[in-house]
């Protein structure tokens, strides 16, 4: 991805747990305030597709380097909403969401080597401003200078009605629920104590919680967020 001069506008962050709504809420209001959005999810879950396609073995993941994740060769390229990533020069999307990333990307995303393979990447991907950036670890970590850090929350209950929703299960009985609030809750614990850039909220970050939020009302607290802070 090449280097950039000027910037265009600020920075947002949006951080928070799995389910909580971050890359939707995030990708309605780049499109609401004319910004890129960038998905910090895709690009693990980019790593761990081009770890799938490569020749190295599963058992071996954990001992990657950072130069081993960085031959994988994931890049981003500018598109007209944001960017779309690249492995090895070949745009992939739909490929990112089969159930084989899935299972995988919460693995490989706890590893120090392939976190710090992309961090140049994401950093590049904000140097002109405009940005709406969402993940774990964008307002502490990967922009810590960002003029508008939001910290989303959910209950449990809600995060996991949700990802099941994404799935097309609308109506998901109380054993299915209850799996994937485990689910949920798991990953929760595993990014919040990880070494290596743990999910929490930083010290200048406004919490919103959307439990009892509809969408578009939590997409307009963060527009008005915006502009109440005189960003545009």
């Not at 850090?149 to 990802?163: F, G, N, S, V, W």
């Amino acid at each position: 991805m090449r280097a950039h001069s000027r910037r265009e506008g600020p920075i947002i962050t949006l951080d928070g747990p799995a389910g909580s709504g971050k890359s939707s809420t995030a990708k309605a209001v780049a499109k609401r305030l004319g910004f890129r959005h960038l998905d910090s999810g895709a690009l693990y879950r980019a790593l761990t597709l081009g770890l799938l396609r490569s020749s190295v073995v599963e058992a071996d993941w954990e001992n990657l380097s950072e130069q081993g994740f960085a031959n994988l060769d994931i890049d981003l390229e500018t598109s007209e909403n944001g960017f779309q990533v690249l492995i090895r020069g070949e745009a992939v999307d739909s490929e990112l969401r089969t159930p084989g990333v899935t299972d995988r990307v919460s693995f490989v995303a706890s590893l120090p080597a392939s976190r710090q393979s992309i961090l140049g990447l994401q950093r590049r991907a904000g140097e002109d401003g405009g940005l709406v950036a969402d993940g774990r670890d964008m307002g502490t970590v990967i922009f810590p200078h960002a003029e508008l850090k939001i910290y989303l929350i959910a209950d449990l209950e809600e995060r996991a009605k949700r990802r099941l929703r994404e799935v097309g299960e609308d109506s998901p009985d109380d054993l299915g629920l209850a799996q994937q609030a485990r689910a949920l809750d798991t990953r929760d614990q595993s990014d919040s104590q990880r070494a290596i850039s743990p999910l929490k909220k930083a010290e200048d970050a406004i919490e919103l919680d959307t439990t009892g939020l509809a969408f578009e009302e939590q997409v307009q607290a963060i527009v008005d967020l915006a502009h109440r802070l005189t960003l545009l």
